[in-house]
């Protein structure tokens, strides 16, 4: 992956790659993740499953469409792609030492392709986090309520992903609250500026 000069380059060695599984490793790979977050409040589990859903198949599916088509672009990826597969290379020879790392290398090429082709955050908007914040899009711009966490968290996707810190807090309902502010600056600025 270090090699791919293009997005579309990196696209083809990810499709290549994915090669080596197939749709029931996905879904031992979901329903690993199921077990492990079977103890979390209901309410709390069922939106994050849900999330991890769209995380796992919902890339596929674009990966797949993606790389079927001859899609992505010629850009060159961004340049944290080299740091990214010299941390995915150090997790997965550390998973080593205890079990097979297939399904966290299969987690890092579908994180892969949704940061570095697509350039969308590893987890999906609306992704919610403990406390319940959520992963938003706001503007063009991708925010993440624990960005500034990457570092509690061995080899974290974190440092990686296109979201930013968010700047205030990312509850599901402060978007309403986001278009209510920005309705008011625009007429704020309406009367002010009006020259009519």
């Known amino acids: ?22 749709l029931h490793d996905l ?4 329903a690993r993740f199921e077990r492990k977050v079977a103890g979390l409040p209901e309410d709390y589990r069922d939106r994050l499953l849900e999330s991890v ?3 796992i198949f ?19 990826p961004d340049p944290a ?25 299969l987690k890092y090429l579908l994180s892969a392709f949704t940061m570095f082709v697509v350039e969308e955050p590893a987890h999906p908007v ?20 624990v960005r500034d966490k990457a570092d509690d968290v061995s080899y ?10 968010s700047d205030e807090p990312t509850f599901p309902e402060m978007r309403a609250r986001r278009h209510e502010r920005r309705r008011r600056e625009s007429l704020a600025n309406y009367w002010t500026n009006y020259k009519g």
Request: proline fraction near 7%.
């Open 1 to 22: 992956m270090q090699e791919a000069a293009t997005k579309r380059d990196l696209l083809c060695v990810i499709a290549d790659e994915m090669k080596a599984f197939d």
């Open 27 to 30: 879904e031992m790979m979901h």
């Open 53 to 55: 859903r769209e995380e």
């Open 58 to 76: 919902g890339a596929h599916h674009q990966l797949v469409l993606l790389s079927r088509n001859g899609g992505g672009s010629d850009d060159p």
């Open 81 to 105: 792609l080299g740091a990214y597969c010299a941390m995915v290379a150090e997790a997965c020879t550390e998973k080593a030492r205890e079990k097979d790392p297939k399904f966290l290398y």
């Open 126 to 145: 609306g992704t919610p986090f403990p406390g319940g914040q959520i992963v938003d899009e706001w503007e063009g711009a991708y925010l993440c309520p």
């Open 156 to 165: 974290a996707l974190c440092p990686y992903c296109p979201a930013v810190q």
